[in-house]
């Protein structure tokens, strides 16, 4: 599906000199002379190069529709991770460099999506939140206020994030995989 190089939003998966780009960035340029333009940065979904690209609201570029299917994770062999087919229990070997940094927040079970181009798996999309163990927490210092001040904990999965003072480690709380952020406490 061809769209406008000012219709471009985050996430899209375009094609463009014939690879598959995903869009991480836009920002929407109108100079003082000349016309606007959209200017894109994009992430290669084939070998991970970035590039930034100005697109004008006269270029076209084609848009491409992932299918999307479910899948569960089930354990890493050395550099590759095991995922199952939750509809026919088939086994799909994937690179664990498709994750990027993700990856360490992938825990045995876990339900995920991965996007398909054409029966072939080019992206692997985890829960936005996970609940994990604090290993270790840093002391309060003393002086600081709780409301706005977080300190250094590292999670089960090796993780760093920054978390309010009054958890402590053996803590399990909820945190955002994208953002490496604490969002709450666990029930």
């Known amino acids: 599906m061809k ?14 000199e014939n690879g598959l780009w995903k869009v991480a960035k836009i920002q929407h340029t109108q ?5 606007a333009y959209m ?3 994009m992430k290669n979904l084939v070998d991970g190069r970035k590039t ?20 569960q994770y089930l354990y890493q062999d050395d550099a590759l991770l095991v995922f199952m087919d939750q509809e026919n229990y088939e086994q799909i070997n994937l690179n664990a460099d498709m994750l990027g940094e993700e990856v360490a927040f992938l825990q045995d079970g876990m339900q995920v999506t991965l996007e398909l181009y054409e029966e072939k798996p080019i992206s692997v999309q985890l829960p936005d939140q996970i609940e994990a163990e604090i290993t270790e927490a840093d002391a309060v210092v003393k002086g600081q206020t709780a409301s706005s001040s977080y300190k250094p904990a ?8 920054m978390v309010p003072p009054h958890i402590g480690a053996g803590t399990r709380i909820i945190v955002d995989v994208y953002a490496r952020e604490y969002v709450k406490k666990a029930d």
């Open 3 to 16: 769209i406008s190089g000012v219709d471009i939003r985050p996430g899209n998966i375009l094609e463009y």
């Open 31 to 35: 100079p003082g002379k000349g016309g």
């Open 39 to 41: 200017q894109v940065e």
């Open 52 to 71: 930034n690209v100005r697109f004008r609201s006269a270029d076209s570029v084609e848009k491409v529709r992932l299918d999307t299917k479910e899948f």
């Open 154 to 161: 590292v999670l089960d999965n090796g993780v760093r994030v």
